[in-house]
């Protein structure tokens, strides 16, 4: 059984998304740890219901974002972690992640990438920013982590329409059931490794 990390920094709907998925058969994995950067939130809170080990590890505790990459490495290699999952993980980690889990750390993002990503685009600002720009349509994306921010090889996407009437919170709202949708698939998709990385394409095998 592969054995995936989860990073989290909030509500981790996405977690639940994962873990229902593990629960109803459409995933073969295991959660072996999640691992959130603050206290007291909602996903620790699903872990624990779950009965999923759960650490917290907070940026404030180290001098250096290379520090605390480094602690959280260090805790998915004591969890003998196969696969690391960032689900709504809203800091910025350092390369030693991806140098540590080449190809094996996955990101999801609430808009289609490559639009929409990079330093600062995180929950509502990015819903903000498409509303703003007038888009049409909006969505989510699976991608591997590479050490530029939001720039990885593409898993997964799924789309939504931006309707007129739309704030940032119903479109939130809409990405988000898109996001526990593909987020479950783009985890199979590399646990089983039908696909080969061809730039940044994820071409299936
Ligand atoms: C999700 O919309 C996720 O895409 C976003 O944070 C939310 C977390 O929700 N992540 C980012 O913006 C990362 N750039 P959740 O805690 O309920 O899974």
């Given at each position: ?77 004591e969890f003998d972690v196969d696969l690391v999952c960032l689900a709504g993980f809203l800091r910025i980690l350092d390369r030693v992640l991806i140098d540590a889990y080449p190809n094996r750390v996955l990101n999801i993002h609430p808009a289609l990438l490559p639009a929409f990503g990079g330093k600062g685009m995180y929950g509502h600002h990015v819903h ?78």
């Open positions: 059984m592969k054995r995936i990390g989860v990073l989290v920094s909030g509500g981790g709907s996405n977690l639940q998304a994962l873990i229902d998925s593990i629960r109803n058969g459409e995933l073969s994995a295991e959660i072996a740890v999640v691992i959130s950067n603050k206290e007291g939130v909602y996903a620790l809170e699903r872990a624990k219901q779950y009965d999923i080990p759960s650490r917290v590890i907070s940026h404030k505790d180290y001098a250096t974002v290379a520090d605390f990459t480094a602690a959280i490495v260090s805790c998915l290699k903000e920013a498409v509303i703003a720009s007038g888009a049409k349509y909006s969505g989510a994306t699976v991608h591997l982590v590479t050490p530029e921010t939001d720039v990885g090889p593409i898993v997964c996407q799924g789309i939504v329409e931006v309707a007129d009437e739309d704030t940032p919170e119903t479109l939130a709202a809409k990405v988000l059931q898109v996001e526990h949708r593909i987020y479950p698939q783009a985890v199979r998709l590399i646990l089983e490794g039908g696909y080969r990385i061809d730039g940044l394409r994820v071409r299936r095998a």
